[in-house]
C-alpha cells in the first residue's frame, strides 16, 4: 500500500495537520501556466505578505483529492481560511524571532508529519522510528520511476512546512506558557459556582420611572461622547436580509420515485446479477468486499443480526429523500488477524523500489523461488535472507500482525480465509513488486458478509425545478422595489423561508441562519465597493436553491451619532434616576415601605449566586454583586440594574463546595487555555489587513 493511500484511509489525519498549516500536494506547475498564464500570481495578501495563486491552488486540490464530495466553493473558503490562518500566525512568531532548528525539524517530523501515524515507520510501542523513516527517504531518493514522483511530491511539501508548523507551534506555546489557574483563583472560581444567597427584593422595571424625569438635552448627549468616544466607534459592518426559496421534490415526484423503488427492490430480490443491478441502478457503485459486521453501517449491523442468509433483503428505507435497499450476497468465515512473513521481488516500476530489473524478470524469479517454497517450505527463511528486496529482511521478513480491517492490496488473495492454515505459502502482485506470502499464526475467526447496496436519491424533477424557477422569477419581478419590510411580509405570506437582519463582518466566513457553500461570496458582495442599501442579488446554490440577498444597512467605520442618541438616552435618564432616587427619597428605607410607595410585592427567598448572575428572569450581574456584598437583613440602596431598579435584602449566605481537588484546577486551566486558542485566531484576524482578490481571477 502507498503511503498516498494509507493517508486517505484515514481522513481525519488530514484534518489534525491542517489546523496550523496544510500538507501540500503538488501538480505539475505547467499546469498552472495553462489555466492562468495571463493573471496576477498573487491571490491575496495578509499585512503585505503575499498568498500565491500557487500556494493556493495547490491546497485546493489536496484538499478535492481527500474529501470528496464536498463543494468545490466549500473547499475553496477552507483553503483561503487556513492560508491566512498560516501566515497571521508565522507573521506573529517572526516578529518574537522565533525560529527553528534541525533538531526541531526531526521531532516534528517524528510528532507532527504525517508519516508518524504510518504503522510502516513505529516501532514495537507505536512510537515513529526515525531510522525506519529516513531509511525510506534514502531509497526513495534513488528512484526516478513515475509510480515515486507522487510520494515525493508529498514529501518535499511536508519538508518544506513542517517548519512553519515548528514556528507557529512555539509561537502558541510561549502564549500558553504560564497561562495557568493558581489555586486561589481556582477556589475564586468554584466559590463563584457554589456559594449562593437567599435575597427578598421589590424590582420596579425603568418604564415605570422613566416618565418622571425631564427629556436629555442634546449638550448633554455630546457631552457624554466626548468624554467616552473610545466606546462608540462603530465597526465595518453588513445587515442583511434573505428570502430563500428551497428546491424540494413535490408529491408527484415522491410517488413516481416509490414506485421505480419497489420495482427495483423486486428485481434485486429475485435476480442473481447483483452487480450489473447495483452498477446500473445505484448511485455508488458496487462493492464486492466483505465486512466484518462491527465495520457495516449501524442498519445493516442491527439487520444481520436476525437476518443473516443470503439472498436476506434489507429496506427499501427512506431518510432525507435518500433511498436505500441492501441484499445480503455473501457471507463466509475469516480470521481477523494474521500474522505473516514475505519475501518481496521488486522492480523497476515498483513504489520505493531502487531495483532496476524489468518486471518481466521479477515475475518469473518470484514464481521460481514459490515453486521452491511450495516443495520445501524450510527454505523460506533462508531465501528471506538471500532475495527480499524488503529492508525488513533482518526481521525473516515478518510484517507483523494484519488485521482484516486494515488489508488493502492483499484483498484479492484472500489470505484472512478460515481454509487457509498456518503455513500456508500464497503467491501475489502489490505496487511494491511480487510477493511470496507465508502465513505464521492466526486467530479471531468472525463472519463477513457482503452486501449488494443500492442508494438512489429523490430529487425534483424538471418540472418541478421549472416550477420554482417560474416562482422565483414573479417573486423578484413582484418585489424588485419593494422595502425591507414589504419583502420580508411578502416572503411570509407565500411561506418562503426567511432570514431577517444578520449582521457580518468582512472577515467572517459564514452567516448565521444561512450557511451554504456560499455565504463568503455574499459576504464579498455585500462590502463591494459600489453597493448601497436597498440593493439586492439572486444566488443560486449548488442544491438548486434560489437565495435572494437584501442589503438593507452598511455601517461604515466612524461614531453614527442617531444610534448613539437612542441607545445613550435611556443610559443618561438612569443615572438621573439613579442620583434622584439616591439623594432624597430612599436612603436607609425598609423594603416594605419601598414596595408600598412603588405598589409592587416582595419577591421572596429568592435563591442567587456569581456564577449564573440571575436574579428571577434577569441576568443582572451588577445587582447580584451588589447583594453579595450587602449586610445582612439589611435592604440595600436603589441598585441600577440592566432591567430595572431594584432593592435588596440579603437573608442567608452559605457555601455547597468540598474541598477543591487538583483535577478541578486542572480542569479550569484546559477550559482557560482553550478559550485563549479559540479567539486567538480571530483576535489576530481582525487586526490584520487582508486582501481578498480571487473574485478578480
Known amino acids: 500500500m502507498s503511503f498516498l493511500e494509507k493517508i486517505r484511509k484515514n481522513t481525519w489525519l488530514i484534518f489534525l495537520f491542517i489546523g496550523i498549516s496544510l500538507v501540500f500536494f503538488v501538480l505539475d506547475p ?37 474529501r470528496e464530495g464536498e463543494s468545490d466553493s466549500s473547499l475553496k473558503n477552507d483553503v483561503w481560511k487556513l492560508l491566512v490562518h498560516e501566515k497571521v500566525l508565522t507573521q506573529q512568531a517572526m516578529k518574537l524571532g522565533i525560529q527553528s532548528t534541525k533538531r526541531d525539524f526531526w521531532k516534528a ?37 513515475p509510480q515515486a514522483e507522487e510520494e515525493k511530491n508529498i514529501w518535499n511539501y511536508e519538508k518544506k512546512n513542517i517548519l512553519k508548523k515548528i514556528v507557529a507551534k512555539k509561537y502558541v506555546e510561549m502564549l500558553m506558557y504560564g497561562l495557568n489557574t493558581s489555586f486561589i483563583e481556582a477556589e475564586l472560581n468554584s466559590r463563584d459556582k457554589n456559594y449562593f444567597s437567599i435575597i427578598d427584593y421589590v424590582f420596579i422595571p425603568y418604564s415605570e420611572i422613566e416618565k418622571k424625569y425631564h427629556p436629555i438635552k442634546n449638550y448633554e448627549i455630546y457631552d457624554y461622547i466626548k468624554k467616552n468616544k473610545f466606546f462608540y466607534k462603530t465597526e465595518n459592518l453588513r445587515n442583511l436580509s434573505f428570502v430563500i426559496l428551497r428546491s ?3 408529491l408527484d415526484d415522491e410517488k413516481n420515485m416509490d414506485n421505480k423503488i419497489r420495482k427495483l427492490f423486486q428485481e434485486l430480490k429475485s435476480s442473481d446479477h447483483h452487480s450489473m443491478i447495483v452498477s ?11 465486512y466484518l459486521k462491527k465495520n457495516l453501517p449501524p442498519i445493516l449491523q442491527d439487520f444481520v443480526e436476525k437476518n443473516n442468509r443470503i439472498g436476506s433483503m434489507f429496506g427499501p428505507v427512506k431518510e432525507n429523500n435518500i433511498y436505500i435497499m441492501a441484499k445480503l450476497t455473501g457471507k463466509k468465515m475469516v480470521h481477523n488477524s494474521v500474522l505473516f512473513s514475505h519475501i518481496l521481488i521488486s522492480h523497476k516500476e515498483a513504489v520505493r523500489s531502487s531495483n532496476q530489473r524489468s518486471k518481466k524478470k521479477a515475475e518469473n524469479i518470484a514464481k521460481k ?11 523460506f527463511d533462508a531465501l528471506v535472507m538471500k532475495k527480499s528486496d524488503d529492508f525488513i529482511k533482518n526481521n525473516k521478513g515478518n510484517l507483523g500482525w494484519m488485521k482484516y480491517e486494515e488489508q488493502n492490496n ?6 484472512f480465509s478460515s481454509e487457509n492454515k498456518k503455513g500456508t505459502i500464497a503467491f501475489t502482485e502489490t505496487k511494491f513488486g511480487y510477493h511470496i506470502l507465508r502465513i505464521e499464526d492466526q486467530k479471531d475467526l468472525k463472519p463477513v458478509y457482503q452486501f449488494s447496496i443500492i442508494i438512489k436519491t429523490l430529487v425534483p424533477s424538471k418540472k418541478t425545478e421549472d416550477l420554482l424557477h417560474k416562482n422565483a422569477v414573479q417573486f423578484i419581478k413582484q418585489n424588485k422595489n419593494s422595502n425591507l419590510n414589504t419583502l420580508i411580509n411578502n416572503a411570509r405570506i407565500k411561506k418562503y423561508e426567511t432570514v431577517f437582519l444578520e449582521t457580518v463582518k468582512n472577515y ?13 461570496e455574499i459576504i464579498n458582495w455585500s462590502y463591494e465597493k459600489n453597493r448601497k442599501e436597498g440593493d439586492f442579488k439572486v444566488f443560486y446554490t449548488s442544491n438548486r436553491d434560489y437565495i435572494i440577498v437584501f442589503l438593507s444597512k452598511i455601517q461604515k467605520k466612524g461614531y453614527p451619532i442617531e444610534e448613539i442618541k437612542n441607545n445613550l438616552i435611556p443610559l443618561l435618564i438612569n443615572k438621573k434616576i439613579h442620583k434622584n432616587l439616591i439623594k432624597y427619597k430612599f436612603y436607609n428605607k425598609n423594603l416594605e415601605d419601598i414596595a408600598v410607595h412603588f405598589s409592587k410585592k416582595i419577591n421572596k427567598s429568592c435563591r442567587i449566586n456569581f456564577y449564573n448572575s440571575m436574579i428571577g428572569e434577569y441576568k443582572e450581574p451588577k445587582v447580584v454583586g451588589s447583594a453579595f456584598s450587602s449586610k445582612l437583613y439589611k435592604t440595600s440602596n436603589p441598585i441600577l440594574g440592566k432591567k430595572g431598579l431594584f432593592f435588596v435584602r440579603p437573608l442567608k449566605r452559605f457555601n455547597t463546595s ?40
Open 30 to 66: 505547467n499546469i498552472l501556466l495553462k489555466f492562468f498564464s495571463e493573471n496576477s500570481n498573487v491571490i491575496g495578501k495578509v499585512n503585505g505578505d503575499n498568498i500565491s495563486f500557487k500556494e493556493y491552488f495547490d491546497n485546493f486540490q489536496f484538499l478535492k483529492r481527500f
Open 109 to 145: 517530523i517524528e510528532k507532527q508529519s504525517i508519516y508518524s501515524k504510518i504503522y510502516d515507520f513505529q516501532d514495537e510501542k507505536g512510537n515513529m522510528d526515525i531510522k525506519k523513516f529516513q531509511l525510506y527517504l534514502k531509497n526513495l531518493e534513488k528512484l526516478s520511476i
Open 248 to 250: 424540494h421534490p413535490s
Open 280 to 290: 446500473n441502478q445505484s448511485e455508488r457503485p458496487f462493492d464486492s468486499n466483505f
Open 369 to 379: 523461488i514459490y515453486n521452491t517454497v511450495q516443495k520445501n517450505p524450510y527454505q
Open 410 to 415: 492483499l484483498k484479492k488473495l484472500d489470505i
Open 508 to 520: 467572517q466566513w459564514n452567516i448565521h441562519g444561512l450557511n451554504t457553500e456560499l455565504d463568503k
Open 658 to 697: 468540598k474541598k477543591l481537588s487538583y483535577s478541578e484546577v486542572e480542569f479550569l486551566n484546559s477550559f482557560l487555555r482553550k478559550n485563549v486558542l479559540e479567539k486567538l485566531g480571530d483576535v489576530l484576524i481582525k487586526k490584520s489587513k487582508i486582501k481578498d482578490y480571487r473574485k478578480d481571477i
